[in-house]
DNA sequence: GACAAACTTTGTTTCAGCGCAAACTCGGAA
DNA sequence: TTCCGAGTTTGCGCTGAAACAAAGTTTGTC
């Protein structure tokens, strides 16, 4: 499971690196540089965890590259994906709203980079660091916005108009532009999708078929290029 | 829509009132005087608004006593309920998650009693106060933890269980003890329920009606009464 | 270049729960 | 006491999407 390559590979890390992030925006050279070298650096493959639901909370990481699913597993063994966290946000901050274990488990989506920080500097980076505090809020504040629309999207729409959305909202988040239209970021099967969905891969993969035929979407394995995302738009208010 | 009854009804509010509630229990009578002669107060009648969606979060609150469901709605008019706030809990600290407007609708189940501090004031109790943010954040914390619940329940469970799953949170959260059993403490209809777990109140009124025939509930007109616990936690699990 | 593993597609069957419709009951207002 | 509206119950038909099943395709590995 684990990762065969050591921590601290990266021999120093450099400022830039957390500079332009929001947590860490408004500090000077010198305060990112403490920050940095209390920091350990490593690298994930794809589809490992770096954390685990309920395991005890003691380090809090910033994802410099790559994308983390937050996942959660029910007693019947089935996955649920709740966020999708692209690099430059922290994660494992379960310390900030009074947790002592992780309340879900972080998977790599792809190959990434994370520094980490032990717990115990929570509490003296967000009263030393001006900023740091407020915007890690903000940041759980988004999240919980997102997962509310989760909720009222699970609540009131049809199987098509959440793949739909979940199709808008991650080329929103990572998507990048290519010839045909804007691609996903990252690996995703069908099985994630549906996994984001609350569907089967079946399910996904009928529609995928059918929009592809369409022609708002074009997709290989594990690859998805939304072509339409206008016609994507209309779906996912329910219009055919 | 609005209450009949002025603010700062009650002419002087005793310090009883919120020195055993989380956020303010580390306080001394002083801070508590200080706190609650900054404190508007108000009664509002069962089923008004409390704020809306999306208005600018001026204000943050502190149930006192009664019930407030936390809900969104749908660009197509349908309700869904993310949240029941029972008495002695903060809502409408939007401020604490860097948002200024309120992120969901908050609407009294029963008649309540609330207070309310300006917006402007969060920042200095939370600096001033000793153990008010991280209590703040705790209750976040513990909202985000009952979301992420709804979202796997949304995504993997049957009507069954999800109405089973609502039923035993609210007699948890909110439950009274009389003779028959545990009753849900304030008056909620099958279209409230189906509205907490994403169903029709037709489905829900059918399961009610079969539970009751059971006898794991009885059930009146907005009122309900968990007569086996024990059968609903079954239930809740997938077994019939 | 063959094999296995992972991922995807497609067909068929089944049923939980929604939509629609109608009737019933309770509790308060007048 | 009657009336009315809000809340509830129940029946029935329909359908979206899950479950089951099986075959096809891509990619990496030896």
Known sequence: MNDDIPAKTLPRLDESLL??????S???RRQIRAILDQATSRRYAAGVAIFDEGAPAERFYMLLDGYVRVVRITSAGEQVTSLHIPAGQLLGIARALGRDTYPA???????????????????????QYDGFATESYKTIGDRLGEMNTRIVELATQQVEQ???????????????????????????????????????????????????????????????????????????EGQH
Do not use: Y
């Not at 035929?213 to 738009?233: E, N, Q, T, Y």
């Open 19 to 24: 500079s332009h992030l929001p947590p860490f």
């Open 26 to 28: 408004r500090l000077d």
């Open 105 to 127: 488990t972080a998977v790599t989506a792809t190959e990434s980079i994370a520094l980490s920080w032990s717990m115990q500097l929570w509490s003296s980076f967000t009263a």
């Open 162 to 236: 959440r793949v739909a959305n979940a199709l808008l909202r991650l080329i929103n988040q990572t998507g990048r532009k290519v010839s045909k239209g804007i691609e996903i970021d990252f690996p995703i099967t069908r099985q994630d999708l549906s996994e984001l969905t609350a569907t089967t891969l079946h399910t996904v993969s009928r529609l995928l078929s059918a929009w592809e035929k369409r022609g708002l979407v074009i997709s290989k394995r594990k690859r998805i290029i939304v072509s339409d995302p206008h016609a994507l738009v209309l779906l996912s």
